[in-house]
């Protein structure tokens, strides 16, 4: 057997879907009206609010001039579907799922992530059926009723917290991203990818979660004065832990007990897990069962092993927390084409785990020329924040980049000087500028600048 399995990646998407123009009549006539801000086509990032469809010489954005009466739509003929318990998306919509990737099938059983469709979403908040997801032993099947969370070790008053106890502490609701600290690991492959925005940076999402401070449930149990670090374990059975220091547990850890408003799902971490905002996914240890205070880390496999940065030099970070700043276009997006030249939208995600991001540029001609992108509000600290930009294609071929800066002034790297901080086989903690490179058939694929 190969001694070291190649991953089976998942396979591309057959269909592939098209981005359309915000075609219009009158349009190319209101385009010589429209301000370019930089090269390529981007316009002013206020070109679409208000006053765009309403620019001298009519630009409007219906894909046809309406002809003759309306017709009633069969549809609308007899009555509909009743109501149901758990509402479902339209069927129309099962095209847009997850898409699994079982890296070592039969050699590591459970091992496993699934990508989060980016670009087929829009706004900041991922669906809970659309949250990306990384296991490393499976998702446990736990009974609520038995599962209880143990808080011991270097404490005052071992305590243990059913999750009945928990649900009637008061909670804290916070919308925040979580992104795996291998996310975006094709960006540090020697070759650009040929796969999906989704499938190169779809392990980051955005939820509105609600839960129990932990700092909450630490004052109840009384840390001693030995306790700097807890050591925080999941009931699945990889038994994934990890080290976080007590200084982050007593600012701003959560029990997340809520995702989007209904209790969280099992892929999640259900009945509760840990959430540290703005740091690597790995340490918002699901299916919490234990958090053991100790006087320091205790370097397990996903601290040491996995996760841990080798730089350059021949050194290697002890632990890297806080996640980069970061952004990436999802429309248009590889694996989002383009459908004729014209007028786009072109959107994206941005995030920080340091704060909020400040300001997203956007360039369409490779990085020769940079316009500032409207920034959706609110934009929340340790959340993704939707930008935009309009964009005339005039079809040819096009490289788009966007850098965002967030409000400690730290900016997205580009490729080149992520890759020069780092031993050549690093992968983790990954936020270089991703180019996406417009070929004029409306192709939209991953390149290097
Ligand atoms: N107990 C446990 N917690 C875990 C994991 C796991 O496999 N087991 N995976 C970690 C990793 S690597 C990441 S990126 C996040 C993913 O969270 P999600 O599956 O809810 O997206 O959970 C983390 N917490
Ligand atoms: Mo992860």
């Known amino acids: 057997m190969d001694p070291c399995p190649r991953p089976a990646w998942p396979t591309l998407l057959t269909q592939r879907p098209r981005l359309k123009p915000s075609d219009a009549v009158g349009y190319h006539a209101a385009m010589r009206d429209l301000t370019a801000v930089a090269g390529g086509g981007l316009l002013h990032r206020r070109a679409f609010l208000g006053g765009a469809l309403a620019i001298p010489g009519g630009l409007v954005l219906g894909s046809a001039a309406l002809a003759g009466p309306l017709v009633d739509p069969v549809w609308s003929h007899r009555p509909g579907a009743l109501p149901r318990g758990y509402g479902m998306p339209s069927p129309a ?14 050699i590591a059983p459970g091992a496993a ?25 499976g998702v446990p099947a736990i009974d609520p009723g038995k599962h209880v969370l143990a808080i011991h070790g270097r404490v ?11 649900l009637r502490y008061p909670t804290v609701t916070r919308q925040l991203f979580l992104e795996c600290a291998g996310n975006s690991l094709l960006q540090a492959a020697p070759e650009p990818s040929e796969k999906p925005c989704a499938v190169i940076h779809g ?11 932990l700092s909450v449930l630490l004052d109840e149990v009384g840390p001693t004065e030995e306790a700097h670090w807890a050591i925080a374990e999941g009931a699945d059975a990889a038994r994934m832990n990890r080290s976080v220091p007590m200084e982050k547990l007593f600012d701003d850890a959560l029990i997340a007990l809520y995702q989007n408003g209904e209790r969280l799902r099992p892929e999640q971490g259900y009945p509760l897990r840990l959430l540290l905002p703005g740091w690597e996914g790995n340490t918002s240890v699901k299916w919490l069962r234990r958090l053991e205070l100790a006087p320091g880390p205790v ?23 806080e996640m980069g700043v970061k952004s990436v276009i999802t429309h248009p997006s590889a694996g989002l084409d383009l459908s004729g030249s014209g007028l786009y939208e ?43 930009i309009p964009w005339h294609w005039q079809g ?49 694929r991953a390149a290097f600048t």
């Open 156 to 166: 005052k008053r071992p305590l243990s917290f059913r999750v009945e106890d928990l």
């Open 93 to 106: 919509e099962g095209h847009v799922a997850r898409i699994p990737f079982t890296p070592f099938p039969g």
């Open 203 to 213: 392990l980051v999402s955005c939820s509105e979660w609600t839960g129990v401070p």
């Open 346 to 388: 072109l959107s994206g995600i941005c995030w920080s785990g340091a704060g909020r991001v400040r300001r997203v540029e956007v360039s369409a001609d490779g990085g020769a020329s940079w316009a500032d992108a409207e920034l959706e509000a609110p934009v929340l600290s340790r959340c993704l924040a939707r930008f935009r």
């Open 299 to 321: 370097h397990s496999r996903e601290e040491t092993a996995r996760y841990s940065d080798r730089l350059a030099d021949g050194k290697a970070l002890q632990f890297t927390f």
């Open 396 to 444: 040819g071929p096009a490289l788009l980049l966007s850098r965002a800066t967030d409000e400690t002034g730290a900016t997205q790297p580009s490729r080149d000087v992520w890759l020069e901080r780092y031993a050549p086989a690093q992968i983790y903690h990954c936020n270089a500028i991703q180019a996406w490179q417009v070929e004029p058939s409306g192709r939209v």
């Open 113 to 137: 992530a699934s990508f989060s469709p980016l670009s087929r979403l829009r706004g900041r908040i991922t669906p809970n059926g659309l949250h990306f997801e990384r296991h490393h032993s």
